[in-house]
């Protein structure tokens, strides 16, 4: 399977990005969608997750400034990003995993958010 992220960019403090995470999933209804973020010289960290059912699950660090969303008719994964600042810069990235299948990885786009 095919994921693939768009939307990073650069934008300044207290700006809105609206990430985009397109798959070749054919059931994608039943995955797990996340989003996770990587900022150099840090670990991988979860940022968001929504489950196939749609129940949402936030790092403490992006609550209530984040929205992650999914289009099943469209197998895509959103993340909206509102009132960013320089420490959301990362790549991010998303991932799709299912009980009994492999875990699937996108690239990554990258963030930057300038003070």
């Known amino acids: 399977a095919q994921l693939v992220e768009s939307g990073g960019g650069l934008v300044q403090a207290g700006g809105s990005l609206n990430l985009s995470c397109a798959t070749s999933?054919?059931?994608?209804?039943?995955?797990?969608m996340s989003w996770y973020r990587q900022a150099l010289g840090n670990e991988r960290e979860l940022v968001a997750s929504i489950s196939p059912g749609g129940r949402t699950n936030y790092g403490d660090s992006v609550q209530g400034r984040f929205t992650i969303s999914r289009d099943n008719a469209k197998k895509t994964l959103y993340l909206q990003m509102d009132f960013l600042k320089p420490e959301d810069t990362a790549v991010y990235y998303c991932?799709?995993?299912?009980?009994?299948?492999?875990?699937?990885w996108g690239q990554g786009t990258q963030v930057t958010v300038s003070s």
């Open positions: 991932k799709a995993n299912q009980m009994g299948r492999p875990v699937y």
């Open positions: 999933i054919s059931t994608f209804s039943n995955f797990h």
